[in-house]
């Protein structure tokens, strides 16, 4: 068992989603606190809404990526490398998930059921403790890009 785990189980517990948890993490590496941010993040849950699309560990660790490295208005400049830093993420999480399928929240949650031996959820809804390894993988590769590209989680610029 990855130990992150031990910090990511909490928070499915209290029914974060992926992308709300990945932001959660980061800000608690930076000392913050947004809930602002963290209810944008709800409309990403389980696939946009509920809607089966985009897993929250992409469309999250994109946003993640994206607050730290973005551009914030009209007088500010994104990190010189902030595109490649969210493409190499994306690159990495397609080719991770290309077992399941595809990168939507119901491929890569019935997937990970599948593998664990559990059927899928007669609700619908993706068993969030399943999502729990690939969660801690996605948040160790993201800092592991953060590091690559000079970004240092606990000290990037923001306003």
């Not at 939507?104 to 399943?130: F, H, I, K, N």
Request: charged share 20%; glycine share 10%.
């Amino acid at each position: 068992m990855n130990p992150l785990l031990l910090d990511i189980l909490p928070l499915l517990r209290e029914k974060y989603c992926c992308s709300q948890i990945l932001i959660l993490m980061a800000l608690h590496a930076r000392g913050e606190e947004n809930s602002g941010l963290i209810r944008a993040l709800w409309g990403l849950c389980e696939g946009m809404a509920q809607g089966g699309q985009s897993c929250g560990l992409l469309s999250g660790g994109v946003c993640l990526l994206s607050y730290l490295a973005g551009r914030s208005g009209p007088n500010d400049e994104a990190h010189p490398m902030a595109l490649p830093l969210i493409n190499e993420y994306v690159t990495w999480f397609v080719s991770r998930t290309a077992l399941c399928g595809g990168t939507s929240c119901p491929q890569v949650a019935a997937w990970l059921g599948t593998s664990a031996g559990r059927p899928e959820p007669e609700s619908g809804a993706p068993d969030m403790e399943l999502c729990g390894e690939l969660l801690a993988e996605c948040w160790e590769k993201l800092l592991e890009l953060l590091a690559v590209y000079d970004i240092d989680i606990s000290n990037a610029r923001m306003e």
